[in-house]
C-alpha cells in the first residue's frame, strides 16, 4: 500500500536523495560474489581467495580490485568477471522488499531520485530496466562519469554540481562504507541499510547519520531532516 506523506512536503530541506544500487536497492550479493570468485579462480589459480576476501571487494571499482589482485592485466579480470555477471544477471537479481513503495512515496515528495553507484553505466541501466524501476530516477552517476569512484567525494559532488545544490539539501543511502565514507567526504548525511550483507553493526564503525532496518523507514528519516 502506498502512503501519503504530501503533508510534510513542503517543511522539507532536503531535494535529493542519492542511492548506491547494488545491495541497497538491488539484491546482487550472490552474483556479485560468485562473478569474483568465478574470475579468480580463472586468473590466481595458485592463489585462492577467502570469502571475507571477496566481500572485501564489494565496493571498490572493479578496475581497481583487478589492478589490486591481477595488476599485470586488471581488463583481462574485468572482462572475466563482466562476462559471468552478464551471462547469470537476470537469474541472480532482484529487488530487497519495500523498495517499490518507498520509491513511490519519495516521488510523492518530488525529490530529485539519484543513483550514485561504483557500477558501470551500461549495467546499472540493464539492472534499473530489468527490474523495473528505471523511470524512477532523474539522474545516474556511475563509475563512467567520474574520474574518482566512492569513497572519494566527487560522485556526490557531481550530482550538487549537476542540480546546483547545497551539502544539506542530499541524503547519501548505502549498504557499503565506501557510500558512508563517500558522504562524509562530500560533507553530506548518510544513511546505512540494515540489510546490507555486512549488516548494521559493521557498518556502525563508519559512523553514518542514520541506520534503518526497512525500506520505508527512510521515509522517517526524511520527515525527521524536515522537522
Not at 537469474?91 to 510523492?108: A, H, R, V, Y
Request: hydrophobic fraction near 35%; proline fraction near 4%; include cysteine.
Amino acid at each position: 500500500m502506498i502512503r501519503h506523506y504530501l503533508s510534510f512536503k513542503e517543511d522539507l530541506m532536503l531535494k535529493a536523495i542519492l542511492f548506491d544500487l547494488d545491495g541497497t536497492l538491488v539484491n546482487t550479493n550472490q552474483l556479485i560474489f560468485n562473478s569474483f570468485q568465478k574470475a579468480f579462480k580463472e586468473l590466481l589459480k595458485e592463489n585462492t581467495l577467502s570469502n571475507e576476501e571477496i566481500i572485501n571487494c564489494i565496493g571498490p571499482t572493479l578496475e581497481q580490485t583487478g589492478e589490486k589482485y591481477y595488476p599485470q592485466d586488471p581488463n583481462a579480470f574485468v572482462e572475466y568477471y563482466r562476462h559471468y555477471y552478464q551471462m547469470n544477471h537476470d537469474d541472480m537479481i532482484e529487488i530487497f522488499p519495500g523498495i517499490i513503495e518507498m520509491l513511490e512515496n519519495l516521488k510523492q515528495l518530488q525529490l530529485k531520485l539519484v543513483i550514485v553507484t561504483s557500477k558501470k553505466r551500461d549495467m546499472t541501466i540493464k539492472a534499473l530496466k530489468y527490474l523495473n524501476i528505471y523511470d524512477y530516477f532523474d539522474l545516474i552517476v556511475s563509475s563512467d562519469d567520474v574520474r574518482c569512484p566512492k569513497p572519494h567525494p566527487e560522485p556526490i559532488e557531481t550530482v550538487m554540481n549537476y542540480y546546483g545544490l547545497t551539502h544539506d539539501e542530499c541524503l547519501m543511502v548505502g549498504d557499503n562504507s565506501h557510500d558512508i565514507e563517500c558522504a562524509h567526504a562530500a560533507g553530506v548525511k548518510s544513511v546505512a541499510v540494515g540489510w546490507a550483507m555486512r549488516g548494521a553493526d559493521y557498518l556502525k564503525k563508519y559512523h553514518p547519520t542514520y541506520i534503518i532496518n526497512e525500506a520505508n523507514d527512510l521515509l522517517t528519516v526524511i520527515k525527521k531532516e524536515g522537522s
